[in-house]
């Protein structure tokens, strides 16, 4: 059974930093690509960022591109969101997702899902 585990989240002054991780058990995270998604209270789920299982190569939604940076530890069975110069717009709750068989930003693409981890970033 596979299991994702985010941790990381917290509350941060806008213009601070927050680095995300997301442990796997039940599975080997070199198998699989790798997202992070987020949802504000009232909203859809949104997608922030991708990277593939075997090129490594990243996406990034347009508002997260040079702030955020997603990155995969296949040894250590992790992948990582560092964010930097956060803004308030940036608070939600934040889900690492794995496996996708479809577009890597549609939600729907995406097998496997964590719990999630709050981020709130105050003005």
């Known amino acids: 059974q596979v299991q994702l585990v985010e941790s990381g989240g917290g509350l941060v002054q806008a213009g601070g930093s927050l680095r995300l991780s997301c442990a796997a058990s039940?599975?080997?995270?070199?198998?699989?690509?790798v997202a992070w998604f987020r949802q504000a209270p009232g909203k859809a789920r949104e997608f922030v960022a991708a990277?593939?299982?075997?090129?490594?190569?990243?996406r990034y939604t347009e508002s997260a591109k040079g702030r955020f940076t997603i990155s995969k530890n296949n040894a250590e069975n992790t992948a990582s969101l560092q964010m930097s110069s956060l803004k308030p717009e940036d608070t939600a709750i934040y889900y690492c997702?794995?496996?996708?068989?479809?577009?890597?930003?549609?939600?729907?693409?995406?097998?496997?899902w964590g719990q999630g981890t709050q981020v709130t970033v105050s003005s």
């Open positions: 039940g599975t080997r995270f070199s198998d699989y690509s």
């Open positions: 990277i593939n299982w075997n090129d490594f190569g990243t």
């Open positions: 997702a794995a496996y996708s068989t479809g577009r890597a930003e549609w939600a729907d693409s995406w097998h496997y």
